[in-house]
């Protein structure tokens, strides 16, 4: 075969040429495919994760701390079922685009003051069925976009005021099978967008300081929110009833302990008085000297014990009695017109029996006869 220009083509030439390119196919498949390797982030041992790597799933492996080397892509992380008991600082430090947290079902009793301070687009928060026995106030406050948040199944006994400020995307909450007591309303003011809210299994006492958080629920559930149950453990008078359907003149003597309080709080200023008040000293002769203050302490009112079982005393009495003047209002009556019939019916057949003539010894008897009747 002759090369251009007439001269014979050298051997081999044609070998070195396929040999070339496929030197350079090779380089580019290599390159791509380390551009691929440092594209998709290397998961965490033991976690599995999507392809991506925008879900790490780290559930169910006896964890006692969550993997530091988290790839910093992540948008959902499974820690549940694990033996996790508390977080370590800056565990989520590099998550900033995380969105879903699933901590359910471990035995976290504490979450420091910024365990969520880096994950300012969390949108869902899972602590269910932990040991947690208080939260900090601040601790939600770096979660501006939450909108799920499950507390179900833990220990608190209190929720802290401001422990809901600055969630204003926050569309659905449960409290369920804690130990609480009573709720503040002030605490639950701030989440005008609240949609669901689950309560059950709670040994709410629907005294006092129950009576705010009642009428934040009234108008809860006027706007179209969701509540499962409030059902009242105390008083007795009230265990199982649910609290939205106590009526509110349950609670008028709160203001009567209400006022008694700030009547007691507002004292003269004087010198101190004394519990045993002294002897009164032997008067000298001389002229009466002017009485000195006394120092004696004033007896208290006691307050009167006003409670809701004895309301309901109250209602039964009032209706028994008024039951019983009826019933004695109607006996009076029906005695009233039996006599009457009777007596009406005595004088028909008298006036028949009367003869035409006047008969004393007939009348002498008709007179008996009347007065055995009447």
């Known amino acids: 075969m002759l090369a251009p220009g007439g001269s014979p083509e050298p ?3 044609k070998g070195h040429t396929w040999l070339a390119l496929w030197r350079r196919i090779s380089w580019l498949a290599c390159w791509i495919a380390l551009c691929t390797a440092e594209a998709v982030p290397a998961c965490p041992f033991p976690c599995t994760c999507d392809g991506r790597g925008l879900q790490v799933d780290c559930s169910g492996l006896g964890l006692t701390a969550p993997p530091p080397d988290l790839p910093a892509a992540t948008r959902s992380l ?10 370590p600082g800056g565990a989520f430090a590099n998550l900033s685009g995380l969105q879903r947290l699933d901590l359910s079902n471990n035995f976290l009793d504490r979450l420091p003051r910024m365990a969520f301070g880096d994950l300012a687009n969390l949108t869902e928060l899972q602590l269910r069925n932990n040991s947690l026995r208080a939260l900090d106030a601040t601790l939600l406050r770096p979660l501006p976009r939450l909108r799920h948040l499950d507390l179900s199944l833990n220990g608190l006994s209190r929720l802290p005021p401001g422990l809901f400020d600055g969630l204003p995307a926050l569309r659905s909450l449960s409290l ?3 130990r609480l007591q009573s709720l503040d309303r002030r605490t639950f003011e701030p989440l005008a967008g609240l949609q669901l809210l689950q309560v059950a299994d709670n040994p709410w006492e629907c005294d006092c300081h129950l009576r705010d958080f009642k009428r934040w629920l009234e108008w809860f559930s006027y706007r179209g ?3 499962d149950q409030l059902a009242c ?5 009230l265990r199982g009833k649910d609290m939205r359907m106590v009526p509110m003149e349950m609670f008028n003597y709160c203001s009567q302990l209400e006022d008694q309080n700030s009547s007691a709080g507002q004292e003269v200023s004087g010198p101190p008085c004394t519990k045993a008040s002294p002897e009164p000293a032997k008067p000298k002769p001389g002229p009466e000297p002017e009485p000195e203050p006394s120092t004696a302490c004033p007896q208290k009112q006691r307050p009167r014990p006003v409670s809701v079982r004895r309301a309901i005393g109250t209602v039964i009495i009032a209706g028994v009695v008024c039951g019983v003047v009826c019933i004695m209002m109607v006996v009076a009556a029906a ?5 009457a019939s009777l007596m009406a019916k005595y004088h028909r057949e008298l006036k028949k029996r009367q003869p035409l003539m006047g008969d004393p010894e007939g009348e002498q008897e008709d007179q008996k006869q009347i007065s055995s009747v009447a």
């Open 11 to 13: 051997r081999g030439t």
């Open 78 to 87: 499974l820690l549940l079922n694990n033996r996790l008991s508390s977080l």
């Open 176 to 178: 369920r099978a804690n």
């Open 225 to 227: 929110g969701r509540l």
């Open 233 to 237: 453990t105390l008083p007795k008078e």
């Open 335 to 339: 005695y009233g017109c039996i006599y």
